[in-house]
Protein backbone atom coordinates (compact mmCIF):
# COMPACT_ATOMS: atom_id res chain seq x y z
CA UNK A 1 0.00 0.00 0.00
CA UNK A 2 1.49 3.92 -1.01
CA UNK A 3 2.43 5.55 2.58
CA UNK A 4 -0.11 8.56 2.45
CA UNK A 5 3.06 10.78 2.67
CA UNK A 6 4.39 9.61 -0.52
CA UNK A 7 1.00 9.91 -2.35
CA UNK A 8 1.19 13.38 -1.13
CA UNK A 9 4.25 14.68 -2.69
CA UNK A 10 3.13 12.61 -5.56
CA UNK A 11 0.08 15.44 -5.60
CA UNK A 12 2.35 18.02 -5.39
CA UNK A 13 4.37 17.12 -7.85
CA UNK A 14 1.54 16.80 -10.27
CA UNK A 15 -0.08 20.17 -8.62
CA UNK A 16 2.82 21.99 -9.81
CA UNK A 17 3.52 20.50 -13.26
CA UNK A 18 0.10 21.56 -13.65
CA UNK A 19 0.82 24.91 -12.57
CA UNK A 20 3.84 25.21 -14.87
CA UNK A 21 2.05 23.85 -18.21
CA UNK A 22 -1.40 25.49 -17.53
CA UNK A 23 0.93 29.08 -16.78
CA UNK A 24 3.22 28.50 -20.07
CA UNK A 25 0.30 27.81 -22.21
CA UNK A 26 -2.02 30.50 -21.28
CA UNK A 27 0.40 33.59 -19.78
CA UNK A 28 3.26 33.19 -22.22
CA UNK A 29 2.06 31.43 -25.12
CA UNK A 30 -1.30 33.09 -25.97
CA UNK A 31 -0.65 35.98 -23.54
CA UNK A 32 2.43 37.00 -25.71
CA UNK A 33 0.02 36.07 -28.84
CA UNK A 34 -2.91 37.27 -28.64
CA UNK A 35 -3.54 41.34 -29.32
CA UNK A 36 -6.85 42.47 -27.66
CA UNK A 37 -8.54 44.14 -30.49
CA UNK A 38 -6.19 43.85 -33.01
CA UNK A 39 -7.48 40.97 -35.14
CA UNK A 40 -4.03 41.27 -37.63
CA UNK A 41 -2.00 41.39 -35.04
CA UNK A 42 -3.06 38.35 -33.65
CA UNK A 43 -3.29 36.55 -36.83
CA UNK A 44 0.05 37.75 -37.81
CA UNK A 45 1.88 36.49 -34.15
CA UNK A 46 0.01 33.35 -34.77
CA UNK A 47 1.75 33.09 -38.46
CA UNK A 48 5.00 34.37 -36.98
CA UNK A 49 4.90 31.94 -33.87
CA UNK A 50 3.33 29.01 -35.29
CA UNK A 51 5.49 26.48 -33.31
CA UNK A 52 5.56 28.44 -30.31
CA UNK A 53 1.72 28.41 -31.07
CA UNK A 54 1.47 24.35 -31.18
CA UNK A 55 3.31 23.90 -28.45
CA UNK A 56 0.97 26.08 -26.34
CA UNK A 57 -1.92 24.25 -27.56
CA UNK A 58 0.37 20.64 -26.84
CA UNK A 59 0.88 22.27 -23.32
CA UNK A 60 -2.72 22.55 -22.53
CA UNK A 61 -3.32 18.78 -23.42
CA UNK A 62 -0.58 17.51 -20.84
CA UNK A 63 -2.34 20.04 -18.11
CA UNK A 64 -5.33 18.23 -18.71
CA UNK A 65 -4.00 14.71 -18.34
CA UNK A 66 -2.09 15.79 -15.29
CA UNK A 67 -4.84 17.32 -13.79
CA UNK A 68 -6.63 13.90 -14.08
CA UNK A 69 -3.70 12.74 -12.50
CA UNK A 70 -3.54 14.76 -9.57
CA UNK A 71 -7.12 13.98 -8.91
CA UNK A 72 -7.22 10.49 -8.98
CA UNK A 73 -4.05 10.86 -6.70
CA UNK A 74 -5.99 13.22 -3.86
CA UNK A 75 -8.97 10.73 -4.45
CA UNK A 76 -6.43 7.82 -3.20
CA UNK A 77 -5.63 9.78 -0.69
CA UNK A 78 -8.34 10.89 0.99
CA UNK A 79 -10.98 8.38 -0.04
CA UNK A 80 -11.07 7.06 3.46
CA UNK A 81 -12.25 10.42 4.83
CA UNK A 82 -15.32 10.28 2.92
CA UNK A 83 -15.77 8.49 -0.16
CA UNK A 84 -18.79 10.81 -1.24
CA UNK A 85 -16.40 13.60 -1.62
CA UNK A 86 -13.47 12.19 -2.81
CA UNK A 87 -15.51 10.77 -5.62
CA UNK A 88 -17.28 14.51 -6.03
CA UNK A 89 -13.63 15.73 -5.82
CA UNK A 90 -12.80 13.16 -8.97
CA UNK A 91 -15.36 14.16 -11.34
CA UNK A 92 -15.39 17.84 -11.06
CA UNK A 93 -11.61 17.67 -11.94
CA UNK A 94 -12.53 15.01 -14.75
CA UNK A 95 -15.19 17.30 -16.19
CA UNK A 96 -12.80 20.35 -15.39
CA UNK A 97 -9.91 18.91 -17.35
CA UNK A 98 -12.72 17.93 -20.54
CA UNK A 99 -13.37 21.81 -21.01
CA UNK A 100 -9.83 22.17 -21.03
CA UNK A 101 -9.41 19.90 -23.85
CA UNK A 102 -12.78 20.76 -25.88
CA UNK A 103 -11.92 24.70 -25.48
CA UNK A 104 -8.41 24.02 -27.37
CA UNK A 105 -10.55 23.23 -30.57
CA UNK A 106 -10.93 27.39 -30.89
CA UNK A 107 -7.42 27.48 -29.91
CA UNK A 108 -6.48 25.17 -33.05
CA UNK A 109 -9.48 27.06 -35.08
CA UNK A 110 -8.17 30.06 -34.73
CA UNK A 111 -4.67 28.42 -36.26
CA UNK A 112 -6.47 27.49 -39.01
CA UNK A 113 -8.10 30.53 -40.09
CA UNK A 114 -5.13 32.99 -40.04
CA UNK A 115 -6.46 33.65 -43.92
CA UNK A 116 -9.03 35.75 -42.01
CA UNK A 117 -7.36 37.70 -39.19
CA UNK A 118 -10.84 38.65 -37.73
CA UNK A 119 -12.30 35.00 -37.76
CA UNK A 120 -8.29 34.33 -36.13
CA UNK A 121 -8.97 36.30 -33.30
CA UNK A 122 -12.29 36.08 -32.77
CA UNK A 123 -11.71 32.57 -32.38
CA UNK A 124 -8.89 32.89 -29.84
CA UNK A 125 -10.77 35.67 -28.13
CA UNK A 126 -13.74 32.65 -27.58
CA UNK A 127 -10.94 29.93 -26.17
CA UNK A 128 -9.47 33.49 -23.66
CA UNK A 129 -14.33 33.40 -22.63
CA UNK A 130 -14.02 29.66 -22.10
CA UNK A 131 -11.31 29.36 -20.15
CA UNK A 132 -12.73 32.11 -17.73
CA UNK A 133 -15.97 29.80 -18.08
CA UNK A 134 -14.28 26.83 -17.14
CA UNK A 135 -12.86 28.10 -14.14
CA UNK A 136 -16.28 27.12 -12.72
CA UNK A 137 -14.86 23.29 -12.59
CA UNK A 138 -10.89 24.72 -11.53
CA UNK A 139 -13.09 25.85 -8.52
CA UNK A 140 -15.91 23.38 -7.59
CA UNK A 141 -13.43 20.35 -7.06
CA UNK A 142 -11.64 22.20 -4.42
CA UNK A 143 -14.79 22.47 -2.35
CA UNK A 144 -14.76 18.61 -2.05
CA UNK A 145 -10.73 18.53 -1.49
CA UNK A 146 -11.51 21.61 0.97
CA UNK A 147 -14.10 19.71 2.84
CA UNK A 148 -11.98 16.47 2.94
CA UNK A 149 -8.56 18.38 4.17
CA UNK A 150 -10.64 20.08 6.75
CA UNK A 151 -12.31 16.37 7.74
CA UNK A 152 -8.63 15.05 7.78
CA UNK A 153 -6.01 15.05 10.43
CA UNK A 154 -3.58 15.11 7.34
CA UNK A 155 -4.22 18.41 6.68
CA UNK A 156 -4.20 21.64 8.96
CA UNK A 157 -8.20 22.46 9.11
CA UNK A 158 -7.41 25.94 8.09
CA UNK A 159 -6.30 24.46 4.64
CA UNK A 160 -9.38 23.01 4.40
CA UNK A 161 -11.46 26.51 4.96
CA UNK A 162 -9.33 28.20 2.79
CA UNK A 163 -10.36 25.85 0.20
CA UNK A 164 -13.49 25.84 0.32
CA UNK A 165 -13.49 29.94 0.39
CA UNK A 166 -11.49 30.05 -3.04
CA UNK A 167 -14.40 28.20 -4.52
CA UNK A 168 -16.37 30.72 -3.83
CA UNK A 169 -13.97 33.02 -5.72
CA UNK A 170 -13.74 30.97 -8.38
CA UNK A 171 -17.19 30.87 -9.30
CA UNK A 172 -17.42 34.49 -8.65
CA UNK A 173 -14.71 35.02 -11.47
CA UNK A 174 -16.85 34.24 -14.75
CA UNK A 175 -20.37 35.95 -13.15
CA UNK A 176 -18.16 39.41 -12.90
CA UNK A 177 -15.93 39.22 -16.19
CA UNK A 178 -19.31 38.56 -17.77
CA UNK A 179 -22.00 40.86 -15.94
CA UNK A 180 -20.02 43.48 -15.02
CA UNK A 181 -17.47 43.62 -17.81
CA UNK A 182 -16.35 46.91 -17.36
CA UNK A 183 -15.45 46.51 -13.66
CA UNK A 184 -11.82 47.89 -12.85
CA UNK A 185 -9.73 44.78 -12.96
CA UNK A 186 -8.52 44.99 -9.75
CA UNK A 187 -12.13 43.72 -8.50
CA UNK A 188 -11.21 40.81 -10.02
CA UNK A 189 -7.94 40.56 -8.53
CA UNK A 190 -8.94 41.29 -5.28
CA UNK A 191 -11.91 38.33 -5.68
CA UNK A 192 -9.23 35.78 -6.89
CA UNK A 193 -6.77 36.51 -4.35
CA UNK A 194 -8.41 33.35 -1.79
CA UNK A 195 -7.66 31.02 -4.81
CA UNK A 196 -3.67 31.83 -4.94
CA UNK A 197 -3.31 31.59 -1.17
CA UNK A 198 -5.39 28.65 -1.38
CA UNK A 199 -3.90 26.66 -4.26
CA UNK A 200 -0.41 27.52 -3.83
CA UNK A 201 -1.02 26.75 0.18
CA UNK A 202 -2.11 23.06 -0.88
CA UNK A 203 0.61 22.69 -3.43
CA UNK A 204 3.42 23.60 -1.30
CA UNK A 205 2.15 22.03 1.71
CA UNK A 206 1.70 18.54 -0.42
CA UNK A 207 5.51 19.13 -1.69
CA UNK A 208 7.22 20.17 1.40
CA UNK A 209 5.46 18.58 4.39
CA UNK A 210 3.03 15.90 2.51
CA UNK A 211 0.50 15.50 5.03
CA UNK A 212 0.19 15.90 9.23
CA UNK A 213 1.87 12.63 10.48
CA UNK A 214 0.32 11.74 14.32
CA UNK A 215 2.66 12.49 17.17
Do not use: C
Amino acid sequence: MTKPVTLARTAGALYLLLAVLGGWAELFVRGSIRVPGDPAATAANIVANETLYRWGLAADVLMAVVFVLLGLTLQRLLHHVDHLAANALLVFVSVGAGLIVLNLALHAGALRATDDPALAALLLDLHTDGYVLAGVFFGLWLLPMGYLAYRSPLFPSVLGVLLMISTVAWVADPVLAFTLPTAPTLLREVVSAPTWIAEFGLMFYLLIRGVRTRD
